[in-house]
């Protein structure tokens, strides 16, 4: 039961670069999220997905590139990296059925120097 | 959209004593809130949820109690234990929506 992995698990960049987080889920489940978390923030939505090829903006998507060409992944691009998207981010999933629980990866922390 | 606020920041408990977490949301049309918990270097793992047309629910030492009226949700932990030292999140989205907004967090300490 693999679930859901995000890789890297730790990932150190500087400004200006572009950097993709991975997102793969085992489960077939078709919806998709990405999160980052914040002190003094909580998690904050950045992008969903609600099957292949269909994507729609969370609260702060800004200077965040997404798709979603199969079903399991979910990849996020930073297309140039600031300090301020220093922060981890969460991949989560869950069925298309109401109120089905989010699950979510162990999450990726980037620090952008 | 959607406002969910949450109290307190951090709560230190001897083990043994009860923990309560407490959230408020700002939309009346919010039926379904989860509550998370997160250990250190890990995802969120959902814990217990609650939807409108309940009052109370209970999982063995974890409850979460919902007062619609008055647009706040509660998560009580009784005995906690060491174990239960992590953050805990509460949530809320309106039915038939996927999107989840979070509170900003409590990081309960247990001390043996």
């Known amino acids: 039961d693999a679930g859901i992995t995000q890789s890297p698990r730790y990932k150190i960049t500087e400004t200006g670069r572009q950097v993709t987080l991975m997102c793969h889920q085992t489960?077939?489940?078709?919806?998709m999220f990405w999160y980052r978390q914040d002190l003094g923030h909580g998690l904050r939505l950045i992008y969903y997905?609600?099957?292949?090829?269909?994507?729609d903006k969370g609260e702060v998507p800004d200077g965040y590139v997404v798709s979603r060409s199969k079903t399991e992944n979910f990849p996020l691009t930073l297309e140039s990296a600031t300090r301020s998207q220093t922060s981890v981010y969460f991949c989560?999933?869950?069925?298309?059925?109401?109120?089905?629980?989010?699950?979510f990866g162990d999450g990726t922390r980037l620090s952008i120097l | 959209g959607e406002n969910v606020e949450q109290h307190p920041s951090t709560l230190s408990v001897q083990e043994g004593d009860s923990a309560v977490i407490k959230c408020t949301y700002s939309d009346s049309a919010s039926n379904y809130f989860p509550w998370y918990k997160q250990e250190l270097g890990k995802g969120p793992q959902l814990i217990i949820d609650i939807r409108s047309n309940v009052g109370e629910k209970k999982d063995q030492r974890i409850a979460v109690t919902l007062n619609k009226t008055a647009k706040h949700f509660s998560l009580h932990i009784t005995e906690t234990q060491p174990e239960d030292s992590a953050v805990y999140f509460c949530a809320a989205s309106e039915t038939g929506f996927q999107k989840l907004v979070f509170g900003t967090g409590t990081r309960l300490l247990v001390s043996p």
């Open positions: 997905s609600a099957a292949a090829d269909i994507t």
């Open positions: 989560a999933s869950t069925h298309a059925k109401m109120d089905q629980p989010q699950h």
């Open positions: 489960w077939s489940h078709s919806y």
